[in-house]
Protein backbone atom coordinates (compact mmCIF):
# COMPACT_ATOMS: atom_id res chain seq x y z
CA UNK A 1 0.00 0.00 0.00
CA UNK A 2 1.37 2.90 -1.40
CA UNK A 3 1.73 5.96 1.82
CA UNK A 4 0.18 8.86 1.77
CA UNK A 5 1.89 11.74 0.74
CA UNK A 6 1.37 14.68 3.22
CA UNK A 7 -0.41 17.83 2.24
CA UNK A 8 1.60 20.17 4.25
CA UNK A 9 5.23 20.89 2.47
CA UNK A 10 7.42 22.54 5.51
CA UNK A 11 9.41 23.67 2.83
CA UNK A 12 6.57 25.96 1.07
CA UNK A 13 6.24 27.80 4.31
CA UNK A 14 9.94 28.19 4.75
CA UNK A 15 10.22 29.59 1.76
CA UNK A 16 6.88 32.05 2.15
CA UNK A 17 7.88 33.26 5.52
CA UNK A 18 11.45 34.41 3.60
CA UNK A 19 9.18 36.30 0.68
CA UNK A 20 7.72 37.78 4.01
CA UNK A 21 10.62 39.09 5.78
CA UNK A 22 11.93 40.45 2.34
CA UNK A 23 8.21 42.30 1.76
CA UNK A 24 9.56 43.79 5.14
CA UNK A 25 12.67 44.39 5.32
CA UNK A 26 12.15 46.57 1.72
CA UNK A 27 9.20 48.24 3.25
CA UNK A 28 11.06 49.08 6.34
CA UNK A 29 13.77 50.56 4.10
CA UNK A 30 11.82 52.51 1.42
CA UNK A 31 10.49 55.09 4.09
CA UNK A 32 7.48 57.73 2.73
CA UNK A 33 9.00 60.79 1.94
CA UNK A 34 6.58 64.16 2.85
CA UNK A 35 6.13 66.98 0.18
CA UNK A 36 8.03 70.17 1.29
CA UNK A 37 7.41 73.97 0.00
CA UNK A 38 10.96 74.81 1.84
CA UNK A 39 14.18 73.46 0.15
CA UNK A 40 17.31 72.85 2.47
CA UNK A 41 18.81 75.56 0.32
CA UNK A 42 16.14 77.88 1.26
CA UNK A 43 16.76 77.40 4.90
CA UNK A 44 20.65 77.72 4.54
CA UNK A 45 19.86 81.19 2.70
CA UNK A 46 17.56 82.96 6.03
CA UNK A 47 20.86 81.97 7.85
CA UNK A 48 22.99 83.72 5.38
CA UNK A 49 20.86 86.72 5.45
CA UNK A 50 20.82 86.97 9.76
CA UNK A 51 17.30 86.36 9.42
CA UNK A 52 16.98 83.77 12.04
CA UNK A 53 16.78 84.71 15.25
CA UNK A 54 16.64 81.42 17.69
CA UNK A 55 15.90 77.91 16.48
CA UNK A 56 15.67 74.85 18.18
CA UNK A 57 16.84 71.35 16.36
CA UNK A 58 16.04 68.14 17.55
CA UNK A 59 18.95 65.78 16.10
CA UNK A 60 16.94 62.56 16.83
CA UNK A 61 14.45 63.56 13.91
CA UNK A 62 16.24 66.20 12.45
CA UNK A 63 13.07 68.26 12.76
CA UNK A 64 14.54 72.04 12.97
CA UNK A 65 12.03 74.89 14.37
CA UNK A 66 12.97 78.13 13.28
CA UNK A 67 11.81 81.66 14.34
CA UNK A 68 12.18 84.48 10.89
CA UNK A 69 12.19 87.53 10.99
CA UNK A 70 11.37 90.48 8.58
CA UNK A 71 14.53 91.29 5.91
CA UNK A 72 16.03 90.90 2.36
CA UNK A 73 14.33 87.39 1.72
CA UNK A 74 10.73 87.56 1.95
CA UNK A 75 8.84 85.40 4.73
CA UNK A 76 7.86 81.80 4.16
CA UNK A 77 3.92 81.51 4.13
CA UNK A 78 1.45 79.76 5.54
CA UNK A 79 1.78 76.24 3.75
CA UNK A 80 -1.29 73.09 4.58
CA UNK A 81 0.36 69.91 6.31
CA UNK A 82 1.34 67.32 3.28
CA UNK A 83 0.06 64.02 3.81
CA UNK A 84 2.33 60.90 3.25
CA UNK A 85 2.36 59.02 -0.28
CA UNK A 86 1.95 55.27 0.77
CA UNK A 87 4.53 53.36 -1.15
CA UNK A 88 3.33 49.81 -0.25
CA UNK A 89 -0.56 50.06 0.52
CA UNK A 90 -1.40 48.81 4.10
CA UNK A 91 1.48 47.38 5.30
CA UNK A 92 3.74 50.41 4.28
CA UNK A 93 1.32 52.64 6.05
CA UNK A 94 1.55 50.43 9.31
CA UNK A 95 5.37 50.24 9.05
CA UNK A 96 6.87 53.17 7.83
CA UNK A 97 6.84 56.16 9.48
CA UNK A 98 4.60 59.29 8.80
CA UNK A 99 6.23 62.16 8.12
CA UNK A 100 4.56 65.66 7.54
CA UNK A 101 5.66 68.53 5.40
CA UNK A 102 6.56 72.08 6.54
CA UNK A 103 4.81 73.82 9.76
CA UNK A 104 4.30 77.48 9.27
CA UNK A 105 3.16 79.83 12.28
CA UNK A 106 2.82 83.31 12.10
CA UNK A 107 3.80 85.20 15.81
CA UNK A 108 2.50 87.98 17.23
CA UNK A 109 5.82 90.34 17.34
CA UNK A 110 5.80 89.52 13.14
CA UNK A 111 8.25 87.08 13.27
CA UNK A 112 7.32 83.63 11.70
CA UNK A 113 8.25 80.05 13.43
CA UNK A 114 9.00 77.15 10.87
CA UNK A 115 9.46 73.62 11.21
CA UNK A 116 11.12 71.91 9.03
CA UNK A 117 13.26 68.13 8.62
CA UNK A 118 16.57 68.82 7.86
CA UNK A 119 17.57 66.17 4.68
CA UNK A 120 21.32 66.48 6.34
CA UNK A 121 21.12 67.64 9.74
CA UNK A 122 24.70 66.27 10.79
CA UNK A 123 26.20 68.47 8.23
CA UNK A 124 23.70 71.28 9.14
CA UNK A 125 25.26 71.29 12.79
CA UNK A 126 28.94 71.61 11.43
CA UNK A 127 28.31 74.38 9.51
CA UNK A 128 25.59 76.34 11.80
CA UNK A 129 28.69 77.70 14.08
CA UNK A 130 29.57 80.42 11.42
CA UNK A 131 25.86 81.63 10.95
CA UNK A 132 25.56 81.90 14.58
CA UNK A 133 28.43 83.90 15.01
CA UNK A 134 28.00 85.93 11.85
CA UNK A 135 24.52 86.86 12.98
CA UNK A 136 25.91 87.24 16.77
CA UNK A 137 28.39 89.99 15.39
CA UNK A 138 25.75 91.49 13.43
CA UNK A 139 23.55 91.87 16.58
CA UNK A 140 25.70 91.60 19.67
CA UNK A 141 22.49 93.34 21.90
CA UNK A 142 20.21 90.20 20.89
CA UNK A 143 22.26 87.34 20.32
CA UNK A 144 20.71 84.19 18.56
CA UNK A 145 18.76 81.39 20.68
CA UNK A 146 19.46 78.23 20.34
CA UNK A 147 19.28 74.66 21.28
CA UNK A 148 19.74 71.11 20.36
CA UNK A 149 17.74 67.97 21.66
CA UNK A 150 20.36 64.92 22.56
CA UNK A 151 20.72 61.65 20.97
CA UNK A 152 19.12 59.06 22.11
CA UNK A 153 21.16 55.89 22.40
CA UNK A 154 18.46 53.32 21.55
CA UNK A 155 18.68 49.81 20.91
CA UNK A 156 17.28 48.67 17.29
CA UNK A 157 14.88 45.72 18.36
CA UNK A 158 13.09 45.76 14.61
CA UNK A 159 16.30 45.12 13.02
CA UNK A 160 17.86 42.58 15.47
CA UNK A 161 14.09 40.51 15.27
CA UNK A 162 14.48 41.05 12.03
CA UNK A 163 17.60 39.42 11.49
CA UNK A 164 16.89 36.46 14.20
CA UNK A 165 13.49 35.73 12.13
CA UNK A 166 15.60 35.51 8.50
CA UNK A 167 18.63 32.96 10.53
CA UNK A 168 15.69 30.89 11.72
CA UNK A 169 13.71 31.15 8.15
CA UNK A 170 17.34 29.97 6.80
CA UNK A 171 18.01 26.96 9.37
CA UNK A 172 14.40 25.71 8.42
CA UNK A 173 14.79 25.65 4.55
CA UNK A 174 17.93 23.83 5.06
CA UNK A 175 16.69 21.52 7.63
CA UNK A 176 13.44 20.83 5.60
CA UNK A 177 16.21 20.45 2.16
CA UNK A 178 17.93 17.73 3.95
CA UNK A 179 15.10 16.23 5.62
CA UNK A 180 13.81 15.53 1.55
CA UNK A 181 16.77 14.61 0.54
CA UNK A 182 17.25 12.30 3.00
CA UNK A 183 15.01 9.21 1.21
CA UNK A 184 15.86 10.08 -2.69
CA UNK A 185 19.37 11.39 -1.87
CA UNK A 186 20.66 7.85 -0.06
CA UNK A 187 22.81 6.95 -3.21
CA UNK A 188 24.35 10.07 -3.74
CA UNK A 189 25.03 9.98 0.03
CA UNK A 190 26.66 6.33 -0.21
CA UNK A 191 28.26 7.36 -3.28
CA UNK A 192 29.89 10.73 -1.28
CA UNK A 193 30.69 8.47 1.25
CA UNK A 194 32.51 5.23 -0.56
CA UNK A 195 35.02 8.01 -2.27
CA UNK A 196 38.33 7.81 -1.56
CA UNK A 197 40.11 11.02 -2.12
CA UNK A 198 43.81 10.68 -3.78
CA UNK A 199 45.58 14.42 -3.28
CA UNK A 200 47.56 15.63 -5.44
CA UNK A 201 49.97 18.87 -4.86
CA UNK A 202 49.62 21.79 -6.50
CA UNK A 203 52.56 24.30 -6.55
CA UNK A 204 52.90 28.17 -7.29
CA UNK A 205 56.28 30.11 -7.03
CA UNK A 206 56.84 33.06 -4.64
CA UNK A 207 60.03 35.48 -4.70
CA UNK A 208 63.23 35.13 -2.72
CA UNK A 209 64.75 38.27 -2.44
CA UNK A 210 68.56 38.86 -2.20
CA UNK A 211 69.60 42.46 -1.71
CA UNK A 212 73.37 42.98 -2.70
CA UNK A 213 75.04 46.08 -3.06
CA UNK A 214 76.29 46.90 -6.35
CA UNK A 215 79.53 49.52 -6.86
CA UNK A 216 79.50 51.77 -9.37
CA UNK A 217 82.60 54.07 -8.46
CA UNK A 218 84.57 52.65 -5.72
CA UNK A 219 86.03 54.87 -3.17
CA UNK A 220 89.44 57.20 -4.23
CA UNK A 221 91.47 58.81 -1.90
CA UNK A 222 93.71 61.23 -2.99
CA UNK A 223 97.22 62.22 -1.48
CA UNK A 224 98.17 66.52 -1.66
CA UNK A 225 100.03 69.23 0.35
CA UNK A 226 99.18 72.24 0.55
CA UNK A 227 101.82 74.94 -0.93
CA UNK A 228 102.66 78.67 0.38
CA UNK A 229 104.70 80.90 -1.51
CA UNK A 230 105.30 84.41 -1.77
CA UNK A 231 105.45 86.41 -5.18
CA UNK A 232 108.16 89.57 -4.75
CA UNK A 233 106.73 91.89 -7.47
CA UNK A 234 102.98 91.78 -6.68
CA UNK A 235 104.06 91.60 -2.08
CA UNK A 236 101.22 88.82 -1.92
CA UNK A 237 100.97 85.25 -0.77
CA UNK A 238 99.09 82.41 -2.92
CA UNK A 239 97.94 79.28 -1.36
CA UNK A 240 97.76 76.27 -3.74
CA UNK A 241 97.65 72.51 -3.60
CA UNK A 242 99.13 72.14 -7.78
CA UNK A 243 102.86 71.05 -7.32
CA UNK A 244 103.44 72.26 -11.07
CA UNK A 245 102.78 76.11 -9.23
CA UNK A 246 105.17 75.77 -6.74
CA UNK A 247 107.87 74.57 -9.30
CA UNK A 248 106.40 77.17 -11.26
CA UNK A 249 106.65 79.65 -8.33
CA UNK A 250 110.26 78.31 -7.50
CA UNK A 251 112.04 78.78 -10.83
CA UNK A 252 110.38 82.34 -10.96
CA UNK A 253 112.75 85.46 -11.11
CA UNK A 254 109.49 87.32 -9.39
CA UNK A 255 109.39 84.19 -6.85
CA UNK A 256 112.19 81.61 -5.23
CA UNK A 257 114.95 83.53 -7.50
CA UNK A 258 113.97 87.17 -6.62
CA UNK A 259 116.57 87.81 -4.05
CA UNK A 260 119.22 85.85 -6.27
CA UNK A 261 118.40 88.36 -9.22
CA UNK A 262 117.39 91.42 -6.71
CA UNK A 263 119.36 91.81 -3.88
CA UNK A 264 118.44 94.28 -1.23
CA UNK A 265 120.82 96.77 -0.14
CA UNK A 266 120.14 95.96 3.79
CA UNK A 267 117.83 93.45 5.16
CA UNK A 268 115.20 95.97 6.22
CA UNK A 269 114.25 96.36 2.92
CA UNK A 270 112.99 92.80 2.45
CA UNK A 271 109.73 92.43 2.60
CA UNK A 272 109.80 89.40 5.15
CA UNK A 273 112.36 90.75 7.30
CA UNK A 274 111.44 90.47 10.88
CA UNK A 275 114.60 91.54 12.97
CA UNK A 276 117.93 90.70 14.42
CA UNK A 277 118.78 87.76 16.38
CA UNK A 278 120.63 88.38 19.75
CA UNK A 279 124.20 87.53 17.35
CA UNK A 280 123.06 90.43 15.07
CA UNK A 281 121.84 88.05 12.39
CA UNK A 282 119.12 89.11 10.26
CA UNK A 283 115.83 86.75 9.92
CA UNK A 284 113.09 86.54 7.22
CA UNK A 285 110.04 84.86 7.29
CA UNK A 286 110.23 81.55 4.86
CA UNK A 287 109.13 82.83 1.73
CA UNK A 288 107.69 79.43 0.95
CA UNK A 289 106.19 76.72 2.70
CA UNK A 290 104.97 72.95 2.24
CA UNK A 291 102.31 71.56 4.35
CA UNK A 292 101.00 68.15 4.34
CA UNK A 293 100.51 65.62 3.52
CA UNK A 294 96.58 65.68 3.58
CA UNK A 295 94.35 63.08 1.88
CA UNK A 296 90.41 63.95 0.56
CA UNK A 297 88.68 60.31 0.48
CA UNK A 298 85.78 60.44 -2.01
CA UNK A 299 82.94 57.87 -0.97
CA UNK A 300 82.00 54.96 -3.06
CA UNK A 301 79.37 55.19 -5.41
CA UNK A 302 76.60 52.45 -4.50
CA UNK A 303 73.24 51.13 -4.79
CA UNK A 304 71.48 47.80 -4.41
CA UNK A 305 70.11 45.45 -6.33
CA UNK A 306 67.72 42.74 -6.17
CA UNK A 307 69.04 39.37 -7.36
CA UNK A 308 66.60 36.96 -6.16
CA UNK A 309 65.47 34.21 -7.34
CA UNK A 310 61.53 32.28 -8.16
CA UNK A 311 61.15 29.06 -5.59
CA UNK A 312 58.37 26.62 -5.94
CA UNK A 313 56.50 25.30 -2.85
CA UNK A 314 53.54 23.69 -2.73
CA UNK A 315 50.17 25.87 -1.55
CA UNK A 316 47.54 23.00 -0.84
CA UNK A 317 46.71 19.87 -2.05
CA UNK A 318 43.59 18.55 -4.39
CA UNK A 319 41.35 16.02 -5.20
CA UNK A 320 39.79 15.32 -8.81
CA UNK A 321 36.71 15.27 -6.68
CA UNK A 322 37.28 19.63 -6.48
CA UNK A 323 38.52 18.62 -2.33
CA UNK A 324 41.10 20.60 -0.99
CA UNK A 325 43.42 20.99 1.78
Known amino acids: MQPKRPRFNPLVLALALAAVLMIWSMLGTSTSSASSSMTYSTVVN ?43 GLLSGMLAPSQTGDVVQEEEDGTVTVRYQLPYAAMFVENV ?17 YDYVALKETIPWMEILFYLAMLGCTGFILFSML ?3 AGGGNSGIANTASHTHTWKAHTAQKWVSNIVTVVDQPEKTEKYSIYKMYWYNTGKWEETRDPQRFNEWYKSKNGGLYTLYNPYAKPEDNPLFIGYDKNGNPQYTND ?9 VTPAVTHEEDHGHYETYVDYYYCDCGARK
Open 46 to 88: YFEHLQVTEFTLDRNTGVIAMKIKEGDLPLPGETDQSTTESTG
Open 129 to 145: TGYIEAYNEANPDAPMV
Open 179 to 181: RGG
Open 288 to 296: HTIIGPYYD
